[in-house]
Each structure stands twice: as structure tokens, then as C-alpha cells.
């Protein structure tokens, strides 16, 4: 029998792992939701705990499993499999903490360890929306922007691991709006989740209004991407406009990546893309108005296929990259 | 014998052909300087005699050459070889020009057909200040602004060929800065010896003054990246501060490439270089200042080693680009 692939995906609301097959089909997975309370060795144990379930209700072994992929939410030093550091867990930084080595110490197969969003972008190249291509640019644009850069076939890292930030790049030098990098007008701080309470405050602050019930009191704990997205049902003026200007920094987004990389696809996915195609459109619409005639091939601009696996998946589809 | 390599730089200016050594030094060279004037067809001829002339000085056939590379100032279609279009060029557009093909059918020889700031990034790369890395993000601010990505020893080209256009990245959506590309704010409305003009006419009409003489009638006439270079010299503060907007610009796009690339090492060459220190240490300045924690490994920013044969050499050099 052709081994299995195994992936898991660590975020901080949840820990996934499943078992895959080699076309990138899930066979079975676990998930809890409570990894992100614990500590360090506590969340490799966890992942560990899951697998060790998946492989017992089964009737399967490791020696069924290729190895195991694990896509993480964090900064990486990617050939050592250090995790430099997270903003998205509650209890741990895990700063410099080897996690590649303690999950395989815990789970005894070979493990890569890779950031999520290069795992998802790997996932739709190989899956998903980006498959007819020799390479795609995967932009995911939810609490924040990540992205996946798969040139040839192969995650594009760069030196340390860390490539593909392209929500830190600057877009607007002139912005009064800052990202928690510390730094005003990237992606980052215009165009995701995070930024969408500083949106609605500057449009209220100029007169604008909403139609939607705000709790003053809390700005920051009331408006995310579903409070827009609820606007947009009902024609809320302040919400669209917050969507087209997040949609319109998306376009500057993509138009700088086709510059630098004239790839033949994007893929888009995360949760913001649930405002539809309104939001989508737009990005559209700005990506064609800025490239003009200076684009000479098609290309493509998909939205992501796989959903909330690609994740998932992708972790485990890393252990074929080489191959 | 071990085969020689030959190159050669069409530029708007300039056409030279050189004779390279396999460790990159130049063993002799041709230049031209009434090229522009010409057809398509005759300065396709004008290569060909250029390299005739060469070999014939040097007692040298055909047989005792690798191939010829080209570096063009224009778009390309790489796989094709075909110009997609310049501007470069007085008397041609050289639109959907098969100049590869033609080349190689005047000389004789394999030719590879690539833009000029490939051709500098990958001699950099190979012989210049980039020779100790895995991999550069080479810039070029010169009258426009260019970049060759060499990334694991390899040029990356994109799908058309037209990959690196860093230039046309916007890095300021509320720019009154048009770029000839028909965008406002691109790092090349604002950074790049095209924009200067724009930039003094800007500072003159907020009411600041230059103790350097203008020609008023020919304002685009009179300033380049030499006028500001003396007004540095002089100390003069309508320069200064046009070159430290520039550096900013500058470093931005370094810090925005960083975050997209992560790669070990920027090299930065063309004619704005010579603003000296306080220009390039401005640049460095900001880059530092935007990346600050987020820059996990060592980066070397350096200029380029390889002055005005960069083009050529580097040409040359591509035809060892695949061993």
C-alpha cells in the first residue's frame, strides 16, 4: 500500500491533523479546540495525541504514514524548524522553541514544519484553484495577510523563512493608520481584519454613519469581517465603502506582486472573501485599471478551492515537495 | 581551449559587444554609439560587425565561442525571445521584434535574449558584489528603475519574461506623481532620474529655493540626476531634501522586497549611486528603520562592483546560467 500523508495545522483557535491521500484528498481528522490554553510541549503532545487517535480508529501504524506536515501560524526559521516567534497563541510566544524536533521526538516520523500560509498556497498549487498552473502567488487575506509563493513547483522561503509577508509591505507612506508591526500604511494596517475597527472609527469620526448597532464602548470587540459582511447585506454605506476601500488596497496588493513577480495565477482565499463579489470584483476591477497594457499574458485570478483544509492538507503535501 | 563567452548591451545610448572570460573579466570590447539611429535590421547588423570586428582583432573564429548573450533596455518575451516593445529607442519600438532569432541568424551563434537589469543583477551575482550569496535582489535607480531577482543561482523571469518591473510597484496611492506608465505613485514617479524634474517643481512652486541656476523655459531639460548631485555638492537644500525623498522612496521599495523575498543580500547600482553616502546611508536607514524586529538574519545591502560592463558581462554570463 502507498503510504499516507499526514498534515496538521496549528492555529490559534484550532489544532487540525489528518490523515491524506496522495491526490489531496482527506481521509479522517481531528480537531480540538483547546490546544491554545496549554503550553508548549502540551500542544506537541496534543498534536501527537490527535495523531495517535486517527491511526487507532483506523486500524493503521506509522509505518503506514510517509510523515507528518505541520503548518504553523508564526515566523519560522524554515531548515531549522524553529519557531522565532507567534502573536496567535494565548499562553505561549514559543520564541526560539525547536518545534519541528519535539514533534518528531513525540510522534517519531519525519516532520516539516512550515508556515500556514505557505502550507495553504502549497495546497491549492498542488489541489486546489492553483493547479492548472506551473506556479501561483496565494494571497490569504482573513485576520491579517499571508502568502504562499510557489515558483516552479516549490514553496518559495527565502533566507530565513520568513518570505511572503507581503501584508508588512508599505502601500501608503502617508497612512495615520498602524499595523502592529509598529510601522504606518502596509497591507496589513488598510486591507484585513485587523484593521477594520480603525476604518470604521476614521469614517466615524468624519460624520459618516452606520445603520448597524455599535457598542461604543467596545469598537474593537464589535466590528470584524462578519459585522461588514452584515452591513453589506443590507446596504450599509459606511460598510461598502470600508469593503471597497480594503478591496482597493487588495488591487495595489496584487498589482505589486504581478510587477515583481508576473506569475500566471493568484489564488485568494481567507475570510474575507465571504463579502462576495462585490469585495472581489473590486480587487479585480483595480488590478486590470493599474496593470493596463503592461500585461501581456492572461492572467488568472482564482478564489481559494479547498477551504478550511487547505491548511491541512497542504502541511501534508509538503512532504512531496521534493519528490 | 576552453570556449570564450561573448555579451553584449543595447542600451538607448550605447551598443557594446565584448569578448568575457569565464571568471567574468572582459578580454576586449566594442562600443557604438550611432546604433539608435538605425532600423531594427541594421542594428541587428550593427552586433554582427561589432563581433566580427572583435574576433577578427583577436585572431579568433566563431568556433572559439560559447555563444553571444544580449541584454535589451525593453519588455521581453525570455522563452520566445521576442522584444514585446521599448522605449529606449529613437527610431524603434521594436514591437513583437523576434530579436533573438534575428541575432542569431546575423552571428551564427546560440544567442540568449534578456532585459539589461537580468543581465547586470546576474553578472553581480556571479562576479560582483553578490558573488558571496545563494542569491541577490538586484536594483538599478538610474533614469528608471529596474531590478534583476536572481534567486538559488538562477534568474526568475515570471510567466512573460517581464518579472522585476520593482519600478511600477506602487508605494503611494495618494501620489499627484504620474509614472509614464499612466499611474500615480509608483516607485518610479518618485524615485527614479524621470521624476526629478516633477520633484524640484514641486518644492519650487511650495515656495522653496535653489541656489543652483535653472532654466525655466526647459525645467525638464536641465534636471537630472547630475543637477541634483551638484546642488548636493553645494550643499544645497532644495537637493537635499529631493534626495532624501528619494532615499525614503528607495527604501521602502528595499523594506517591501525584503518582506516579499527575505533574501540574503540587496546589491544596488545605477547612475543615482553616485548622490554618494548620503543618499545610499539614508536608504539603509530607512529600510533598518522599517524592518527593525522583523529582520531575523543578517541582510548585506551593497553597491554594485561591476560599473558600466555589468550589462555586457552579465549577458555573457547568462549563457552559463543553465550549467
Known sequence: MEKLLCGADLGGTKLSVGLVRRDGSLLDKETVYDHADKTEGQ??????????????????GKENLLGLGVGFAGHLRFK??????????????MKNYPLRDEIQK???????????????????????????????????????????????????????????????????PQSDIRCGCGNYGCLMSHACGLSLPRLVEKKLAAGMETTLPLDGANLRGTIDGRWIGRGL?????????????????????????????????????GGLLH??????????????????????DDIAIRTAALGDEAGLVGAAALLLEDE
Chains 1, 2 share one sequence.
Not at 471597497?244 to 506569475?263: K, T, V
Request: aromatic content about 12%; hydrophobic content about 45%.
Open 106 to 172: 513525540r510522534v517519531g516520523l519525519r516532520v516539516v514544519l512550515d508556515n500556514d500560509a505557505n502550507a495553504q498556497g502549497f495546497a491549492e498549487y498542488s489541489f486546489g484553484a492553483g493547479r492548472d498552473f506551473p506556479g501561483i502567488i496565494f494571497l490569504t487575506i482573513s485576520t491579517g495577510i499571508g502568502a504562499g509563493i510557489i515558483l516552479d513547483g516549490k514553496v518559495y522561503r527565502g533566507m530565513t523563512g520568513t518570505a511572503g509577508e507581503v501584508g508588512h509591505t508599505i502601500v501608503n
Open 233 to 269: 447585506e443590507r446596504n450599509d454605506p459606511l460598510c461598502l465603502q470600508v469593503v471597497q476601500e480594503c478591496a482597493d488596497y487588495i488591487g495595489i496588493g496584487l498589482y505589486n506582486l504581478f510587477q515583481i513577480f508576473n506569475p500566471p495565477a493568484f489564488v485568494l482565499g
Open 80 to 93: 531549522q524548524g524553529v519557531v522565532i516567534t507567534t502573536s496567535n497563541f494565548r499562553n505561549f510566544k
Open 43 to 60: 500542544t506537541v503532545d496534543a498534536i501527537g495525541a490527535c495523531l495517535d487517535s486517527l491511526l487507532e480508529r483506523r486500524g493503521l
Open 275 to 296: 463579502w462576495g463579489d462585490i469585495y472581489l470584483g473590486r480587487i479585480v476591477d483595480k488590478f486590470y485599471a493599474l496593470a493596463g497594457d503592461m500585461l501581456y
